[in-house]
Structure formats: C-alpha cells, structure tokens
C-alpha cells in the first residue's frame, strides 16, 4: 500500500515531463562535478557546452515522441 503512493503515472505528460527535467539537471550536475576535475578547464567548459548541447536535443526528441 505505501509502494502505491510513490508510483509515477507516466501517462500524464507532466510526470514525463518532471522526469525528463529532473534526469537533465541531474546529468548536467554530474558532467559539471566530472569535468571540474579534470585539467585544462577552458577545453572541458567547451565540452560541457556541446553535452548539454547535445543532451537537450535527446530529451527534447524524446518528450515530443
């Protein structure tokens, strides 16, 4: 019964929109976390550009199919 309350209906655009979002920001998070390390920070700010670049155009593709 309480496994019921913490469901997600993904039918409800809303719940696959919230989804989307939410694994975005957490991707982003951990690209920004995973190239700060590294050297060279002008070329990995680059890199992160272009992931979140191109990560936008995936969940964006994936939200209107």
């Known amino acids: 019964m309480v496994a019921e309350r913490f ?3 993904l039918d409800k655009p809303f719940s696959r929109i919230g989804l989307i979002v939410a694994f975005g920001v957490l991707t982003r998070t951990l690209l920004e976390y995973t190239l700060s390390w590294l050297p ?5 700010q680059e890199l992160l550009v272009s992931s979140i670049s191109l990560i936008n155009l995936k969940f964006f593709d994936c939200a209107l199919w």
């Open 40 to 44: 060279f920070q002008r070329r990995n």
């Open 7 to 9: 469901t997600v209906d």
